[in-house]
């Protein structure tokens, strides 16, 4: 990774691990409401390129009950430049997993990634000052991590998405 002091401006803003930990842990933390395990580590990597990205963010249903062979089949060139993105992101996602496990936001074994639940008050008040594009930044990863997670295993979510592990 490049150091801290030699990033853009942008990417220190955007990409921080602060933020992209805070956004796994929304998704970790939609992932286990649907059944008590943890989020597949493979998964934790497809959050960021479709959260940060405002028209795949924007373009993500409304209901978790929405398939994801369907809402592919409607939205094709999400799956074109998703792969892209999750290569290009991928540093910044092992980033923030680190920074997130070792802040006490994550837990990281070898089953997937677990939201620490007694972070929310802290979590969701640091939210409350942020921007409302940041706060729907984090609805969304919540949705992601409860649609994803109804989209069947890691593999076969992977697979739809045309996403190498």
Not at 58 to 80: F, K
Request: hydrophobic share 40%; net charge positive; proline share 5%.
């Amino acid at each position: 990774m490049t150091p801290w002091h030699e990033r853009s401006i942008e990417e220190r803003n955007l990409l921080n691990p602060g933020f992209c930990a805070t956004l796994l842990w929304h998704a970790a933390q939609g992932y286990a409401s649907e059944r008590k395990t943890p989020m597949a580590i493979e998964v934790s990597f497809l959050v960021l390129p479709f959260v940060l990205h405002l028209e795949t963010r924007e373009s993500l249903p409304r209901a978790i009950t929405t398939s994801l062979p369907t809402w592919l089949s409607e939205h094709p060139l999400v799956r074109t430049r998703l792969g892209e993105r999750a290569a290009m992101l991928r540093l910044f996602t092992r980033e923030a997993l680190v920074f997130g496990g070792s802040h006490g936001l994550l837990s990281i074994s070898q089953d997937g990634v677990r939201a620490h639940n007694e972070m929310k008050k802290r979590v969701n008040a640091a939210l409350k000052t942020t921007s409302d594009e940041v706060r729907e930044c984090a609805k969304r990863a919540e949705f992601l991590g409860r649609w994803l997670e109804k989209a069947g295993g890691p593999e076969t979510v992977m697979a739809l998405l045309g996403v190498q592990p």
